[in-house]
Each structure stands twice: as structure tokens, then as C-alpha cells.
């Protein structure tokens, strides 16, 4: 009789142990969403000077560096990935 009380609570530990399995990979997965959501809230931030991409596309476009069409395809690429 002692077998089958023995084999219940193999069971039983195996759940558990899957259960907090799931739980740890569920916490990494929210850790990594809410890491990248901060990190894109931040916007197109550059590392040089505190300049955006935008504003570098803006100063480019209205230097005439670049004309309307290539203006607007870039700032389409931008906002897209955010």
C-alpha cells in the first residue's frame, strides 16, 4: 500500500516542480517586455550629444540635404520602430 501513497506524491512534486517552472519562465518573459518597453519609451535617444534621429532628420532636411520623398521615407522608418 506504501507504493501507491509513494507514486501519489511523485506526482505531486513533479507538478509542482513544472508548475514553478512556468511561473519562472513567465517573469523572465514579463521582465524582458516591460525592459523593452521602457528602453523604446525612452524614443530614438542617440548616444553622441543627446540628439534624436529625428531632430538629426529634421536639421538635414532643412539644411537641404535631403529632399521631401527621402525626408519622409526616413521619418516613416523611424516611427516605425517604435
Known amino acids: 500500500m506504501s507504493d501507491g501513497m509513494t507514486a501519489g506524491m511523485g506526482l505531486w512534486m513533479v ?3 513544472v508548475t ?10 514579463g521582465t524582458v517586455s ?3 518597453r521602457l528602453r523604446t519609451r525612452q524614443g530614438d535617444v542617440a548616444a553622441v550629444g543627446g540628439d ?3 531632430d538629426r532628420l529634421r536639421e538635414r ?3 537641404g540635404e535631403i529632399d521631401d520623398e527621402e ?3 526616413r521619418l516613416s522608418t523611424l ?4
Open 15 to 17: 507538478l509542482f516542480l
Open 20 to 29: 514553478v517552472l512556468a511561473l519562472l519562465v513567465l517573469a523572465a518573459v
Open 34 to 36: 516591460v525592459y523593452r
Open 52 to 54: 534624436t534621429a529625428r
Open 61 to 63: 532636411y532643412a539644411a
Open 71 to 73: 525626408y519622409e521615407r
Open 79 to 82: 516611427t516605425h520602430w517604435r
